[in-house]
């Protein structure tokens, strides 16, 4: 046979024997290649050219085979998917259920009786408050509380009547006059009981209610008075000053502190206004993280969200896990400069990760395929922590690989060497079966056999 | 220095065989080894004369039988062999193993999930079903054949043994092939059998006149047929 033919068979003869077991039995590839580089070395050197010493076929295999793991992990596309894209449809649709969940939505007429509803107040007129919050009886959070918190000031005004009905003769004739809006008449009866407690409050009452209705900044800074009581009522509760900022927006230099203060702790429609211009989605993103007390924590984001201002961002399907093992899995969270902020059992949640933000920015930059050399020193650089637990143990197992890859070859041209020792005659094509039976057990031995040790040693 | 080679190659051979267990006995080793040398030995010395063919089969004949004697002194001690390996990089990174604190994982950037490595997906011969059954039967098996050979105190189910030896030595020189060594140890394939075949149903049966006669004719046979293949 000629040698060139010898060449292309042996190639042949290696791909179907690799694609064999690696496609059919499904062995790994670390396995199936070396086990395909020893057979085909033995293969070729032993049975094609059974009586030449310089076994020049089986030295051109292993080159190309060499060349094949080298051309293999440096240059085929990688599928080491990190690549930032517009949202795809399935974060859309979430990205819709979280905004229904965290974006306030009234119509105009909604939030005109809310208004209203909070004029009312200002004017200590719960009864029409609260049949203004029946008329939208809508199940909502913040109207919930806005309820609350109005039924509270019901029964403290009621309470004033009750103790007013007991001080003042008549009082139940004059409150009738209030009732109706006559508030001057209403003034004229009260003024004389005005040395009394309830006269007193009730006067006042009557003497505010009526400027509120010609003054109009007056209105404003009653209003502004009540609300301040409902963000104090509600302190703890972030989300109750997103919704006094959604329908009073000029209210927010105000609150600035405290906006500010909250945006660290809890998630709000504010944040979504950065994601309804062309958000960007990158998956696959890996970090470790040091906490406050300097526990490492191993952070995986499946899709990162970024809005335009590229501030906050916002997490889909992360999973925290401690170095004991411990797994947290937080279905969106938001990240800010050095928290991440996530709706838990017991409302917002925080967990407090030092520059977190500007970690999980430079790992959008950075996280690249780890075979490449070019970011070993980069990777080494700008990220220890995934340097020493993803880049560092792949190229230990490249190194792996290739020590396999040698010794292997050195097993099978010291086999080769041995083999041809004392018989250096050509082998009869009748005999051909055999050997290979034979050498496919060799190969099968000696490359478990170095796989295991090599495993073993390093 | 080929006689070397040899020691190496056997040394080798023996070994990677061995590394197919996950877990051996030192017993198990041994009679390996001694199988190995009856298999592969003899073709080492094909010769032109009858007689120092002949003299190598003998001594190696009488090596073994001492090494079955001494079999019976290996001590029992089991040895853990490497059970699975993690080494399963692939040129197209689908899938990225780390280790963090206690555990390994696997992240799959295709599937987007995060695994605990080591509740799985480390590659071991053993995932190939048939063949973790093959060897585990092989095992067993082997240790029902080593208790036929282990000898208690030298008596005639001794001269059993050494002719069931003699007969596998024979045997793997009859079928050898002068031309290559290849050729030769591949023919293991039908010597395996033989040796267990033969040692199960022939020779080593309690000791009886008869079957004793029976064997001398048979290994009279395998010996002319040597002699005929060495002189030509």
Known sequence: MKSWMKFFLSLLVQAGVFLLVYKILQWQFVFSFLFSLTFILLFSALIFEGNQNKNMLTVILFIINFFLIFAGFFLLPSKFDYKTRSLLKETQVKLTELKKKYILSYSQKEKNLIYSVWNDLAYSDYKSALDKLEIIKKNDYYLERLHSFAMVKVNRFYKLVEEAKKEIPNFTHFYSFYQKGDLSYFKKLIIYYKNTKSGEYFYNLALKNMELKVNHKILLQSVTKEISAFVHEYEKDYLILHFVIYLYPELKTKYYYKVSEDEKKSIGFDDFKQLNESPKETPNLITFLKNHDGEEFFIFIRKLLEGEGEYPLFAFDMEVISKEGEKMSIPFAKITYDSLVFSGKKGFETLSFPQIYHKIKESLASLRTPIHPRWIMEYRKKYPEVFQNVIKPYWMKFIKLLLCFITLTVLSFFTIRYFKAVFLEKISFVFYFLPVFFIVFLSLIYTNFIIKIFEWLL | ?232
């Open chain 2, 1 to 232: 220095m080929k006689f070397i080679q040899f020691v190496i190659f056997i040394l080798l051979f023996t070994v990677s065989f061995l590394f197919l267990f996950n877990e051996i006995e030192l017993h198990f080793i041994f009679f390996h080894i001694l199988l190995i040398l009856m298999f592969f030995f003899p073709y080492y010395f094909w010769t032109e004369s009858v007689f120092k063919a002949m003299i190598i089969l003998a001594l190696l004949t009488v090596l073994i039988c001492a090494g079955v004697y001494f079999f019976k002194y290996s001590p029992v001690k089991k040895m853990n062999l490497v059970p699975q390996y993690s080494l399963n990089i692939e040129p197209q990174i689908k899938t990225i193993d780390f280790e963090w604190g206690k555990n390994t994982y696997s992240y799959s950037f295709q599937m987007q999930e995060l695994k605990d490595k080591n509740k799985g997906d480390v590659f071991s011969l053993d995932k190939f079903v048939w063949l973790h059954n093959k060897l585990n039967q092989y095992k067993k098996y082997v240790s029902q054949f080593m208790s036929k050979i282990t000898v208690a105190k030298l008596d005639l189910n001794f001269i059993f043994i050494c002719l069931w030896i003699y007969s596998v030595v024979l045997i793997s020189f009859i079928f050898s092939y002068s031309k290559s060594l290849i050729v030769s140890y591949s023919n293991i394939l039908f010597v395996i059998p033989y040796t267990f075949f033969m040692g199960d149903f022939f020779f080593l049966k309690p000791f009886a006149p008869m079957l004793l006669y029976g064997q001398i004719v048979f290994i009279g046979i395998l010996t002319v047929i040597a002699v005929y293949r060495v002189k030509n």
